[in-house]
């Protein structure tokens, strides 16, 4: 069956799904984004997705282009369209199509808005946890900004390349002080080998993953130690076990950091409970 992805107000055909040459979100990265996990049929944590969608916009001085039923009504339909189960949907609003200029246009300039839903195998997932995956590290190339979920993601697309070319899936970028920010499209974490659960407290270098945020509910609900603050790369090559987390990976096992085996080199205990308990944690729902 084709798919279909919405544009500005109506269900396009994959292959026609288009927006202006001049959109701004095309032209200068104006644009705003959100991933959504997709898990038989419901969504995972939408409410928290939402909410960030709308701090991002707010962020560039940009509006909720529609009400938050409106966007569901229009996430709901996008799915049954495509006859997505597992997967996810990728929200895109953009400030819309204007003669380029870096001046902002104005209020009469109507935002663009792409929703798309796309399926995943949830097996091909687990497989990979299984298993557990390899990380590179770099310096932070990106700007000040990594709180805002932008479409500007140039640094993360050669970063991750570059991770790929060096057969690591990941990679984690560091900031001035050679501790770790977060992931090129993931959020960091490391178990320490006193068994502490460590991740960056929220600042402007790392999005505020909402994978994040549940995985903390789950690590508190499971009653394990959790501490939120900056950790070192040396602390990382040392530490009793490494994971990422994200909307497309839920919980994944780091087990190589670079040339350094992490723990016993296989997935860590910790990681594998959060993994497993994430769903029923984090908030699922219907739209
Ligand atoms: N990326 N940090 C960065 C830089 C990210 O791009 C992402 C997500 C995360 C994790 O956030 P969340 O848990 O809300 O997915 C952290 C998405 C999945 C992407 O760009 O495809």
Known sequence: MSRV????????????????????????????????????????????????????????????????????????????????????????????????????PGPDVPQSVIVLARRQVRAASDALAEEGIAIMTMRDPRWARSDIKTVMLLPAVLAKAEAKRQGAREVWFTDENGAVTEGGSSNAWIVTPSGKIVTRALDNRILPGITRASAMDTARHLQLQLEERAFTLKEAYEAAEAFITSATNTVMPVVRIDDRLIGSGRPGPVARQLRHAFHHIAEISAL
């Not at 991933?35 to 709308?54: F, N, P, W």
């Not at 701090?55 to 009400?67: A, D, F, H, V």
Request: no cysteine.
């Open 5 to 104: 992805i919405y544009v500005n107000g109506r269900y396009q055909p994959y292959a026609k799904a288009a927006v202006h040459a001049e959109d701004r979100g095309f032209q200068f990265a104006d644009a705003v984004y959100e991933v959504i996990e997709v898990s038989g049929g419901k969504l995972v944590d939408a409410r928290r997705h939402l909410e960030r969608l709308a701090r991002s916009l707010g962020e560039i001085s940009m509006p909720m282009p529609m009400s938050e039923g409106a966007l569901r009504q229009i996430m709901s339909e996008t799915l049954r369209r495509n006859r997505v189960r597992d997967g996810l949907i990728y929200i895109q609003v953009t400030r819309g199509a204007a003669p380029r200029d870096f001046a902002l």
